[in-house]
């Protein structure tokens, strides 16, 4: 049984506009924090303090903006925005709840959009909810129905509510912004379910509900669920709540709207539940069934998505750096299947289970070679061992990034894939899976590949 308790409950949803006059305080100072603070004073805020355990330039702050590295002198605000990557489960986070009052920037931008009359779609899931509100917004818009994509996909919503007018908003939302919202009432779209972000929410039971809060007050048939995460979603939502692809799609669709540029049956997925999507936003998808068809034959993989980035030697190098879970590099590998394929696998550790992933590997040993990173690629490599039980596996262990492309580079034949699919978070070694992915197409392009 999960230990943790709900968020607390004094974390709620205000309006931009009740910030006014009071005395702001914004924890922490990244994308979202910076929106926060924008916010605040547009708002008409008395005063802005914001809270961050790393060194805050105070040259680098607006007017009206002073910085703490005390997260307890936020106590002396009326209101603190709360950034995602802080869990409300942390003592510190919890002793603030108590004595003020505590949102979020999604939580503010939602209740906002609510109460303006905007068309939203939250999109959530373990895996493919970017590709998912991505490519429901571009469906949207070539329909005739214009949408702004916003949200954890990198432009916060703080940011874009002045500019949304009466396009749709379409939202990606994570399990950490998830959490916070418990008053949504629009439109959601599930991709996929699986344990992740364990350390934040701390346990698998509670990442689940935290991950579906975001939708527990949405009506009856308001949630495209895919078939993968339905079981889930019926233990923590209420199953009138969900909608099965199928059940909106007009017939034939499916098999007219191929993602070309998206390989993998969970991609396909993924195309099934932004088009249900955008047909519970009320787009009439047989109608506009042609310019449907055409937004997804062109929509192209995001970066760091199972994105071919370099060729050398007749090998492809793929950037999947956002796959951070066993389950991703599953859809990886089998996005990739007819390819011999080297797996780059490794990183950060948060305790997730890799004996899956390892039975995987050694059931495909003849197609997938396997080369490990720290810190989580020794475990994975003892898994391989362990499920090999003697056979001979192709498994390398390396001790940084470079040393795994030189292996892979060695290891693969012509017309094969090197795939950069960690399973991890990067944060062990890197800022983020950006910086991750820039190394490794530096890495590659002092082997001297080619830059698609």
């Known amino acids: 049984m999960d230990p943790r308790p709900a ?23 990244g994308r979202e924090g910076r929106a926060a603070v924008r916010a605040a004073l547009a708002a008409g805020a008395s005063g802005v303090l914001v809270a961050d355990s790393r060194p805050v330039d105070p040259a680098s702050l607006p007017e009206g903006v002073t910085a703490t590295a005390d997260v307890a002198d936020l106590a002396g605000c009326d209101v603190v925005v709360r950034s995602p990557g802080i869990s409300p489960y942390r003592e510190d986070a919890r ?33 493919g909810k970017s590709t998912t509100s991505a490519l429901a917004a571009a469906v949207l818009t070539a329909a005739g129905r214009p ?35 418990p008053d949504f009432s629009g439109r959601g779209a599930l991709t996929s379910l699986a344990p992740e972000h364990l350390d934040w929410h701390g346990g698998e039971a509670t990442y689940f509900r935290d991950k579906l809060r975001v939708f527990t007050a949405c009506p009856e048939r308001s949630v495209v669920v895919s078939a993968q995460a339905r079981p889930v979603a019926e233990r923590h939502l209420d199953p009138a709540q969900l909608v099965d692809p199928a059940e909106v799609l007009p017939p034939g669709l499916a098999d007219r709207a191929r993602p070309v540029h998206l390989p993998g049956a969970h991609n396909r997925s993924n195309v099934a539940v932004a088009l249900a999507a955008c047909a519970l936003l009320g787009l009439d998808l ?17 970066p760091h998505r199972l994105a071919p980035v370099a060729t050398l030697g007749g090998v492809t190098f793929v950037d ?9 590099v599953l859809a990886a590998l089998d996005a990739l299947a007819g390819r011999p394929v080297t797996l780059i696998a490794g990183g ?13 590997l050694v059931a495909r040993r003849e197609e997938v070679a396997v080369v490990t990173v720290p810190d989580t690629g020794a475990r994975l490599a003892d898994d391989v061992r362990r499920e090999a039980a003697g056979a001979a596996v192709r498994l390398t262990e390396t001790q940084s990034l470079a040393e795994a492309v030189a292996a892979a580079i060695a290891g693969t034949p012509p017309g094969g894939v090197v795939l950069l699919s960690p399973g991890a978070p990067s944060y062990n070694r890197y800022r983020d899976f950006e910086e991750l992915a820039a190394t ?13």
């Open 7 to 29: 968020p607390p409950p004094r974390e709620r949803s205000l309006r931009p506009a009740e910030l006014a006059g009071r005395r702001v305080g914004v924890w922490g100072h």
């Open 320 to 328: 999947d750096t956002l796959s951070t879970t066993p389950v991703s």
């Open 147 to 181: 949408a702004v994509h916003a949200g954890n996909i990198g432009t916060p919503l703080l940011d874009v509510l002045a500019d949304v007018g009466d396009r749709t908003l379409v939202v990606e939302i994570s399990s950490y912004q998830a959490a916070a919202v």
């Open 95 to 127: 002793l603030l709840a108590d004595r003020t009052v505590v949102t979020t920037g999604t939580g503010m931008a939602l209740a906002e959009a609510a109460a303006q009359g905007v068309p939203v779609l939250c999109v959530t899931g373990t895996k």
């Open 286 to 302: 047989a109608a506009s069934a042609d310019a449907v068809t055409a937004a997804v034959a062109a929509f192209r993989a995001l």
């Open 440 to 452: 490794y197409e530096h890495v590659l392009a002092d082997a001297g590949a080619e830059r698609l």
């Open 348 to 360: 950060q550790d948060r305790g997730l289970d890799y004996t899956g992933l390892a039975a995987t």
